[in-house]
């Protein structure tokens, strides 16, 4: 057997946190036995055994791409991913593919990643609004709309921690009851709103505190630096309007799609969004999934007015008895990334 293809990947590690990381996890583990991997790191923290940027080791960065056969920029910040496409595609002339994971126009610098990017060999756009600002017509790049999803081994996550355990089972001795589970990489503030709508989601269930449905929300935040004040606050409301037995907001890293899987309602209730990972792997459990309208979501999502409470509180009791959608477009992942990787291994 020939020796592996060799793919450099650079962004975060797949052991941070996030859904830029869970996917480059799940394509590694997708693609196992087919390519070699090897990792640039760009997170905060520190592992052992990757090589991280913000060494600033640029004879090892140099090094990794000169032994790469393609170089796979997964960066989530611009001003990254710029450099990386100077230094591996116009210095080093590498295969290079880039995946853009969050919609271009936000960035607010279209016209020059567009300008940068249609240089590449591939270019990987996870929705429509972004494929839409980066495609050039008539150039030697490859474009492709394709889903940052990819599907998890279930039986690989991590089980679910004792105290949420203990909640669901709560939760599910009232026969009523409607469990909807969210999630945040960690709270931040877009356009001075929060941006993945914890606020939104605690409004909604004080609307639906008298309904004849008893609907519970678990909402995770995975990294709580810097939160404090925002889940003070939250705290706060939701204990002002007497609705802390139905709301759990968890503070930690959790296998949300075991979570996903225990709930009822899959809500993502951002102001802004790339590919959400977490509506996809809903809509593979069959679950009711409802989502804000910021951008296009896959078939089988109920939209509601982003920033709207009263369509969101709307589009829950109207999806009530909806098990998700069968329709949901089913992707053979791993020959799609075979074939962009072949294609670029030239």
Not at 72 to 99: A, M
Not at 142 to 152: E, H, K
Not at 215 to 225: K, M, Q, S
Not at 247 to 252: A, D, N, Q, R, Y
Request: glycine share 4%; net charge positive; proline share 3%.
């Amino acid at each position: 057997m020939g020796k592996l293809p060799r793919i450099l990947i650079i962004g975060p590690a797949p052991q941070n946190i996030g859904g830029i990381c869970i996917h480059i996890r799940r394509l590694m583990a997708l693609l196992k036995g087919d390519y070699e991997f090897d990792i640039v790191d760009e997170g905060h923290k520190r592992w052992n055994g990757v090589f991280n940027l913000r060494s600033l080791n640029l004879f090892k960065y140099f090094g990794k791409i000169f032994r790469a056969n393609i170089i796979h920029i997964q960066s989530g910040h611009f001003v990254l991913r710029l450099f990386h496409v100077i230094i591996c595609k116009f210095i080093f002339l590498k295969n290079t593919v880039v995946t853009v994971h969050r919609d271009p126009n936000i960035e607010g610098r279209t016209s020059i990643t567009r300008w940068f990017l249609k240089r590449c060999n591939s270019v990987i756009v996870v929705n429509d609004k972004g494929y839409d600002a980066l495609v050039v017509k008539n150039c030697k790049c490859s474009y492709l709309l394709l889903p940052a999803y990819l599907p998890p081994d279930i039986n690989a996550e991590h089980q679910l921690p004792d105290e949420i355990i203990q909640k669901i089972a709560e939760i599910r001795q009232d026969s009523n009851s409607f469990l909807m589970v969210s999630n945040a990489w960690k709270l931040v503030r877009h356009n001075n709103e929060d941006l993945y709508g914890l606020d939104q989601c605690i409004e909604a269930l004080v609307e639906l505190k008298n309904s004849e449905n008893h609907y519970y929300l678990i909402f995770v935040i995975a990294d709580n630096t810097d939160a404090t004040p925002y889940v003070n606050q939250y705290k706060k409301i939701i204990e002002e309007n007497d609705i802390a037995e139905r709301v759990m907001i968890w503070e930690k890293p959790l296998s949300f799609v075991r979570l996903a899987q225990a709930s009822d309602i899959v809500l993502r209730t951002t102001n802004t969004d790339g590919d959400a990972i977490s509506i996809r792997e809903a809509l593979d459990l069959n679950k009711i999934v409802i989502a804000s309208d910021v951008v296009k979501r896959p078939q089988g999502v109920k939209l509601f007015k982003t920033r709207d409470v009263n369509s969101l509180v709307t589009t829950i009791e109207n999806s009530i008895g909806d098990r998700g959608s069968s329709q949901a477009e089913k992707i053979d992942y791993r020959q799609k990334y075979i074939s962009i990787y072949s294609k670029n291994n030239k």
